[in-house]
C-alpha cells in the first residue's frame, strides 16, 4: 500500500505561487494514476488536476486551467503541482491521491490512496 505526503503548502498574497509536492513511500508509484483534489472550508473536497502513469496526459478542473499544472518524476516517486496566479478561491487543503479504480479521473472514489494534505491560504 503506497503512503502519500503533501508538502509546499503555505500563505501567499493572491497572484502569487506556489509548487506542492506529494512523496510516495514506495516505486510502485510509477503504476498509479495521480490527481489533486482540494477541499475549501466547509464545502467538499473538489477535483483539481490528474495525470496518467507516464505523465503524457493531464486534465484540469475548469477553475484551475491555465493556472495550474500537475507534473511526476516517477524515478523520485513524486508528483507535483505548480500553482500560479493564485486567487483567494483557491484556498483550501490540497491532497494528492493514487487512482486504482477504472473510471473518470474527477470522481473522488476512485483514488484509493491519499495524502493528510496540505493546507494554502491566499490572501486578497
Known amino acids: 500500500q503506497v503512503q502519500l505526503e503533501e508538502s509546499g503548502g503555505g500563505w501567499v498574497q493572491a497572484g502569487g505561487s506556489l509548487r506542492l509536492s506529494c512523496a510516495a513511500s514506495e516505486s510502485t508509484f510509477m503504476y498509479y494514476p495521480m490527481g489533486w483534489f482540494r477541499q475549501a472550508p466547509g464545502k467538499e473536497r473538489d477535483f483539481v488536476a490528474y495525470i496518467s502513469t507516464s505523465g503524457d496526459t493531464a486534465n484540469y478542473a475548469d477553475s484551475v486551467k491555465g493556472r495550474f499544472t500537475i507534473s511526476r518524476v516517477n524515478a523520485m516517486n513524486t508528483l507535483y503541482l505548480q500553482i500560479n496566479s493564485l486567487k483567494p478561491e483557491d484556498t483550501g487543503a490540497y491532497y494528492c491521491?493514487?487512482?486504482?479504480?477504472?473510471?473518470?479521473?474527477?470522481?473522488?472514489?476512485?483514488?484509493?490512496?491519499w495524502g493528510r494534505g496540505t493546507q494554502v491560504t491566499v490572501s486578497s
Open positions: 491521491a493514487a487512482k486504482v479504480s477504472v473510471g473518470n479521473y474527477d470522481r473522488e472514489n476512485l483514488y484509493d490512496y
